[in-house]
Structure formats: structure tokens, C-alpha cells
């Protein structure tokens, strides 16, 4: 597998442009706007917030997804489109009505995402010019722009692409995400955009995106808070020619890859999470089921008692415990190992003669594992997790003022 | 209602006393030991964490509480006799024993209660010469100095008392708390001691603890972290003569202030949160049933987004609604009605006309107000929370190095 840095545009068939529209606030140098256009019609697939308060570009998306079908994917930052009512929703109808008019296709296969400040109507002229600036841009050389155009507060863009040898030949996968705050583990709080040129059922192609994305954005944590606005959408165009049918060896392969690249994005996105000094592994093993070890996994990622030890490079093994122990999976306490930087801190329980001096200098790396033994079972699960720095209470606090 | 200075003394017939024993380190300066005694065999409730990993103390006093009767309690801060395993649990006994021999009474009736860090064994030299030193000053006087001896990272130490005339008499309560750090919504992590001299069966004590604690200690919110240690105790030795018996009016009367206490102390826990700034009543009202208000306003009160954004003073009406979404609860937002400091932010869904400026000058006061009217049905609940400051993470990054 070799990676390019051509982003979304990566596969046969889809040109990506950005510009900078103003959508919060007039800046010529803020990238807002970014457009995906695939040549053929792709079947498309997606996932969204699951929060009751969700915007109406996630309302609008669920329905193009449910036709299966789309050509284009119109994204904006600066503005969430959420709370913003009848009025909200027919601002994203008429922002699909402008990009399919431009691009003449038609407006139900154009997929509308919003991403910033919630609650204010989205400046539909500003957004005008900046949709036509797109359309009018087009290139398969623009995925890096495209991946800076929709970032909020994320401080790299993210995108990554990878080519996957199948048995009938090469197909190529695309992606491009942003999210740094408001980063939660069930459907974490982000957009991401993925692109393929391999051949694949709409059906087939949601199945595989729903497993990838439990096992890499639904398993991140950077603040525990779920956006209005998750969106992830994949979108698969065969112009490779080359199709994945269901159950095949082609169709492992191709969701193992797909699972990579949403894992190598959701990593990214805890990596730059707001005010992150450090990219935290839990890793649980031995637990009754998987699910048990993915709600212990996450409520130490969850953890600002954890977090802030993190970020204080503490290996402070009693608030992890602790942290398991409320997560709501009854285990018993008296046979868990913990391991911190590979280092057994916690045996059948209770601390070991571990050198606490030696753990305190490994943790001053930016990456940290922490490992819990259960002896229950066979059940694993893995969550990415930020530091809580006063970085982020600094960020959060002057978000909006 | 009346209160007194005297807290957990109040009530006739409690003696108490505090010593400085070093339990964590050698400091003369800084009490670590309390011991509470009633005069006569008292009646005893208790709730406690619901943490799998408890402290040795915790497992123990479930076991007096199922006795119904308790003479004294022992409560240690600088180490939490937690994750000690069968040494731990050992000592906890011992320190029970040592007890009863010093007042002469059986050893199943002594509460025994720790605070601190987790995982270091139980320095029982020292804690032995404090609880000699306690049981050897033990007066009416000292219900300050008890609840200064409990305090971990609290700034303050926090007790109180009511006079609560009933139909035959006068009965009292007196009460201390400790917790700054660790507070959960589900049962609050903190340590709190309550006496009264009304004579109660510990049944109908065991009740209304458990009443009481539902709309106060397990309604608050510093950081979402659940310690191992968590423990409410009530103590009624009749030394009052007065009995309170089930289903009577005094019986409503003494929950309600009961109650009012436990609500005092948890108000108090949060406004002494870990790096607070802010005091954030979280109202719901509207709600289809009280479960379901209560879930909204935890999910608000445990935002970390909500509290950074309580933190800088900001109306961010988007980030609340945003978590009353995500908590589980179903709810139309088209009919979300939401109040920030008495103005009327968000009116069915959509932000209002209120003036930002306004509502920012409100928010610079140290009480904040936030109620959330659902217009579903009847429910309502409020949560209590601290906002979230550099100050918490700085306290809570360098807490054991």
C-alpha cells in the first residue's frame, strides 16, 4: 500500500477546488469553501451525528445518501448551519441547487456540509461567489487545498490517499477530514470525505463505511463533546472499472484499507486536537466482549482526571482505575494489569516496584499507551485519545468572544 | 431554621476532634485525622461509590451500615486505602479496632472513611498516634476543625447545622463535606458526615440518606471523574428525645431539611471545585419525566465545552444545545426554549434578538443560571456545576509529582 499526497483527488475521476468566500468573516487568505466533483455518478455512502440538535445539512445528507447517488460534495467552514431553523434547510437546498446548476447535474445528488459557528444564517451571497469560484476552479491537483478549506480550528489540514492492488487490478482510495474540538467517541465530531474509484453497491459501500468508521472516528476523544455537525461521507465512482462485490477477498481488502484510512485520519484528528500535547493509545484486553472493552476504553479517554495526568506526564495509575472502574463494565479489580509505556505499573490490582522515575521520563514522549489486562476474556478495543492542556481551556473559553 | 458554627456537633451528644498525624507527609500544620463520637449507640445510613474499584474503607463501612448502629467514625485525609488489596481491607479493620479499644465500644460500630491518594499503603503508625491524639481531645467544640481535617484539595472547609423544630421538640443536624476534585454526577465523589439527635430507625434513615443524596450530592458536577472513596454517612443517636417515625408530618419535615443540608454541602463541593470560577445552575424544565431532565442537565453540566465556555463569560447557547442533543434524551429542538442568566436566548430552536452584550456583562458574575424548557410534559431537575479553567488543569497536572 503507497500513499500519495493527492488527497480526495487520489482516484480516477474526482477534481476538488477551493476558495476563500468569507463565510465568518472576510480574510482573501482563509480557504472556506472546497468543492468534490466526481466525472461519473458515485454511489455514496454515509454516517452522521447522532445528536438530537443536528444541522440541516446532516438532515439534508441523509436524504441524498438514501438515494444513493451523488456527483458532488459542497463543503464549508466558518459556519455550522445548526440551529438556524426552516430557514437553515432551504439554505442548504439552495446551495444544492446552485452547485448542481453550475455543474449541471442534478441538485439531489450534490451533498451539502457545513462546519463552524452554530446558530447564525449562513451568508448565502458570500457563499454564492465562493461555490462559483469552485466550480469554476476544478483540478485533481487541489486536495491539499480542499483539506485546508474546510478546517476550523485544526492547525494542519489532513488527507491522505492510498492504492490498493485488487484481483482484477488497482483501485484508489481518497480522504480528507477536520475536526480538533468538540471531538466525541460515539460519532466523533468531525467531517470527512472519501473518495474511491473502485466499483461498489451503495448498499455494500454504507455497510463497509459504518464497520470503518466504529473502529476509528467512533473510537477517538478529544473533548467528549458531539458536534451537531458529523459527517462522514464516502463516495465511489468505479472508474477504475474494477468493482468489489460483497463477500469476495476483493471486498476484505478494500474495507481493511478503508478501516486504514479512517484510522490513519481519526489519528490525525486526536493528534491536532485543541491545545493536545500528547497522542494517548488505551488499549483493553481481556475483557468479556469487545463492547465491554470499548466502554472502558472510552471512559479513560474520556477522563479529564486522566487527561490532565497526561498532559502532566503522571503516570497516575489510580485515576486510570478509577476511571475503569465507573465505566459501568463490572470486572474484578483485584486481577487487572496496567501497563503504562510498557511498563507493568499495576499488578492483580495493586501497584508494582515499578521505577516511577523511569515511566515519568517515558511519558515525556508525544505518544503514550496505556494497556489494561482484564483476565475476563478475549474482548479487545483500542481509543485514541488527547491530553487536557490548559491550552484547550484557553481555546474554548475565547472560541466565540 | 437556624444555623449554627458548630457542624457535625450540633446535634447533642456528638464529640469530635482532629490531629495533625502526617499521613502523607510529615506537616504538622495540616489536620489529616477526624473522629466523630456519639455519646450513645446511633442509628447509621450510608451511600457510597458505585465505583468497581472502591477503597478497603468503603467495601468496610457498607458492612456497619448493614448492621444498622454505629458509635463513631474515624476519617482519615492523604491516602485513599484504595487499590491495597487485602492489606488495605486489613488495615481499614484495624484502624476500627484501635478504635473501639481507646472508647471502649464494639468495633463493628466505627465507621471507618479515608481520603487521598490511591495505591499507597496506609501508614499505620501515624494514623494510629493521630486517632490516640483524636480520641484524647474529643469536645463539642471542634466541628470546624473535623471538617478541616477532611480536606484534600479543598480551599475551604465546609459544615453547617440546622434547628428543626418538630411537633414534639426540636431536633438538630449537623454535617461536614470535603471533595473539590473528582466529582461525578453519579454519586458525587466526596466524603460528608452527617449527625443528628433525632432518634430514627435506621431503615427510614437509610431512605431518606438515600433521598436526600439523589437531589444533591448525585446532582453535582466538578469533573465527571467518580473516585473510589465516595461515602455519605448519617448518624441518629435520639439524643433528643424526639423520634421521627415513617409516613409522619415530622417525618416530611426532617427529609426536606435533610435534604436542604445535603443540598447546602453539594452547592458547597462545586463552588470550591478544583480551579472554579463560575457556580452554573443547570435547570430543565418541561421534560417528558424527571429521569429525562436529569439526564439534559447532566449532559450540560458535564460539557467540557459548555464549561469552558461558563468559564469565558460566553452565552454559547450553540454548545449547550449541542449537548442536551447528545445525552440520550429525545426531544423535539424545534420547541427548545433556553434561558442564560434570565434572558431569553433561544426561542423555539432558534436564537432570539437578546443582546450579546447583555447577557456577557450578566455572565461576569460568579453565579451563572442556564434553564433549558423542553415543553414536553412536567420533568424537571437541576444539576450544579464548576466551569472549567487553566487553573483546574494546572492543579490537576502536577497533583502527585
Same mark, same amino acid.
Not at 486536495?143 to 474546510?150: C, S
Given at each position: 500500500m503507497t500513499t500519495s499526497e493527492k488527497g480526495v483527488c487520489a482516484p480516477k475521476g474526482f477534481r476538488t477546488a477551493a476558495a476563500a468566500a468569507g463565510i465568518k468573516k472576510p480574510d482573501p487568505d482563509r480557504l472556506d469553501c472546497a468543492l468534490i466533483v466526481s466525472e461519473a455518478p458515485a454511489t455514496v455512502a454515509g454516517v452522521f451525528t447522532t445528536n438530537v440538535v443536528h444541522a440541516a445539512p446532516v438532515r439534508y445528507c441523509r436524504e441524498v445518501c438514501s438515494g444513493g447517488v451523488a456527483r458532488?460534495?459542497?463543503?464549508? $467552514?466558518?459556519?455550522?448551519?445548526?440551529?438556524?431553523?426552516?430557514?437553515? &434547510? /432551504?439554505?442548504? !437546498?439552495?446551495?444544492?441547487?446552485?452547485?448542481?446548476?453550475? !455543474?449541471?447535474?442534478?441538485?439531489?445528488?450534490?451533498?451539502?456540509?457545513?462546519?463552524?459557528?452554530?446558530?447564525?444564517?449562513?451568508?448565502?451571497?458570500r457563499l454564492e461567489q465562493g461555490i462559483k469560484q469552485c466550480a469554476a476552479g476544478l483540478s485533481d491537483a487541489s486536495?491539499?487545498?480542499?483539506?485546508?478549506?474546510?478546517m476550523t480550528t485544526d492547525t494542519v489540514p489532513k488527507y491522505c490517499s492510498v492504492e490498493l492492488? !485488487?484481483?482484477?487490478?488497482?483501485?484508489?482510495?481518497?480522504a480528507m477530514a477536520k475536526g480538533a474540538g468538540m471531538i466525541a467517541p460515539n460519532m466523533a465530531t468531525m467531517l470527512a470525505f472519501i473518495t474511491t474509484d473502485a466499483a461498489i453497491e451503495a448498499p455494500l459501500l454504507q455497510h463497509m463505511l459504518r464497520e470503518a468508521v466504529s473502529r476509528s472516528f467512533n473510537c477517538i476523544c478529544v473533548d467528549n463533546d458531539m458536534s451537531t455537525n458529523d459527517t462522514v461521507l464516502c463516495l465511489a465512482n468505479g472508474l477504475s472499472t474494477i468493482s468489489?462485490?460483497?463477500? $469476495?477477498? =476483493?471486498?476484505?481488502?478494500?474495507?481493511?484499507?478503508?478501516?486504514?484510512?479512517?484510522?490513519? !485520519?481519526?489519528?490525525?484528528?486526536?493528534?491536532?486536537?485543541?491545545?493536545?500535547?500528547?497522542?494517548?493509545?488505551?488499549?483493553?484486553?481481556?475483557?468479556?466482549?469487545?463492547?465491554?472493552?470499548? #466502554?472502558?476504553?472510552?471512559?479513560?479517554? @474520556?477522563?479529564? +482526571?486522566?487527561? %490532565?495526568?497526561? *498532559?502532566?506526564?503522571?503516570?497516575?495509575?489510580?485515576?486510570?482505575?478509577?476511571? /475503569?472502574? *465507573?465505566?459501568?463494565?463490572?470486572?474484578?479489580? #483485584?486481577?487487572? =494489569? +496496567? *501497563?503504562?509505556?510498557?511498563?507493568?505499573? +499495576?499488578? /492483580?490490582?495493586?501497584? %508494582?516496584? &515499578? $521505577?516511577?522515575?523511569?515511566?515519568?521520563?517515558?511519558? @515525556?514522549?508525544?505518544?503514550?499507551?496505556?494497556?489494561?489486562?482484564?483476565?475476563?476474556? %478475549?474482548?479487545?478495543?483500542t481509543f485514541w485519545t488527547s491530553d487536557l492542556s490548559q491550552e484547550y481551556v484557553a481555546i474554548n473559553a475565547d472560541y466565540r468572544t
Open positions: 458532488a460534495v459542497m463543503v464549508n $467552514s466558518g459556519n455550522a448551519n445548526a440551529c438556524t431553523g426552516e430557514q437553515g &434547510y /432551504a439554505d442548504t !437546498l439552495k446551495t444544492a441547487e446552485i452547485v448542481a446548476n453550475l !455543474l449541471d447535474i442534478p441538485p439531489e445528488q450534490v451533498c451539502v456540509s457545513s462546519t463552524g459557528v452554530i446558530g447564525v444564517p449562513m451568508p448565502m451571497d486536495g491539499p487545498d480542499a483539506a485546508r478549506a474546510i492492488p !485488487l484481483t482484477q487490478g488497482t483501485v484508489r482510495i481518497g468489489v462485490a460483497p463477500d $469476495s477477498p =476483493d471486498c476484505a481488502r478494500f474495507a481493511a484499507a478503508l478501516e486504514d484510512v479512517c484510522v490513519s !485520519l481519526a489519528q490525525a484528528l486526536v493528534r491536532d486536537g485543541e491545545g493536545a500535547t500528547k497522542f494517548v493509545a488505551i488499549t483493553v484486553t481481556g475483557a468479556a466482549n469487545d463492547a465491554d472493552a470499548r #466502554t472502558i476504553a472510552a471512559a479513560i479517554a @474520556k477522563s479529564q +482526571l486522566c487527561k %490532565t495526568a497526561f *498532559y502532566g506526564q503522571d503516570a497516575n495509575w489510580g485515576r486510570i482505575a478509577a476511571a /475503569a472502574g *465507573y465505566s459501568g463494565v463490572v470486572f474484578d479489580p #483485584t486481577r487487572l =494489569d +496496567l *501497563y503504562i509505556q510498557g511498563v507493568h505499573v +499495576l499488578a /492483580a490490582g495493586q501497584p %508494582t516496584a &515499578y $521505577s516511577e522515575a523511569e515511566v515519568q521520563e517515558s511519558m @515525556k514522549q508525544p505518544d503514550i499507551d496505556v494497556t489494561l489486562e482484564l483476565h475476563d476474556g %478475549t474482548g479487545a478495543a
